[in-house]
Nanobody, 126 residues
Framework: QVQLVESGGGSVQSGGSLRLSCAAS????????MGWFRQAPGKEREGVAA???????SYADSVKGRFTISQDNAKNTLYLQMNSLKPENTAMYYC????????????????????WGQGTQVTVSS
C-alpha cells in the first residue's frame, strides 16, 4: 500500500524559503507521476508542481521561477523547494502520486491522483 508522508512545512516571512519533503513507501512502480498541491482555507485544492518518473516537470504559472520540484529515487522522496515565498502561498501543502502515465497538461489536476499524504502547513507572513 502506498503511503506518503510530508514534512518541512512551517512559518516564514515573506521572501523566505522552505523545502518540503514527501517520503513515499510501498512504491515499487517504475512508471508514475507525483505532484504537490495546496489548499488554502475556503479555496479549492490546486496543483503547484508535478514530476513524472522520467523527470518531466510541470508548474503552476504562479510559482514558475520560484518553486522547484525534484525527486530522489534512491530515497523514494519527493521535494519542493520554495523560494521568494509570498503571503498568498500560505496553505496546507499535499503530496500526491499515481501509477502509470498522464498527459502533461493534466498533471496539475488533483483528480488525476490516487494517493495523498496528510499535508504540511506553510504559513508566510508579510
Amino acid at each position: 500500500q502506498v503511503q506518503l508522508v510530508e514534512s518541512g512545512g512551517g512559518s516564514v516571512q515573506s521572501g523566505g524559503s522552505l523545502r518540503l519533503s514527501c517520503a513515499a513507501s510501498g512504491y515499487t512502480y517504475s512508471r508514475y507521476y507525483m505532484g504537490w498541491f495546496r489548499q488554502a482555507p475556503g479555496k479549492e485544492r490546486e496543483g503547484v508542481a508535478a514530476i513524472t518518473s522520467d523527470g518531466s516537470t510541470s508548474y503552476a504559472d504562479s510559482v514558475k521561477g520560484r518553486f522547484t520540484i525534484s525527486q530522489d529515487n534512491a530515497k523514494n522522496t519527493l521535494y519542493l523547494q520554495m523560494n521568494s515565498l509570498k503571503p498568498e502561498n500560505t496553505a496546507m501543502y499535499y503530496c500526491a502520486s499515481s501509477v502509470g502515465w498522464a498527459p502533461r497538461w493534466s498533471l496539475l489536476n488533483p483528480s488525476q491522483y490516487n494517493y495523498w499524504g496528510q499535508g504540511t502547513q506553510v504559513t508566510v507572513s508579510s
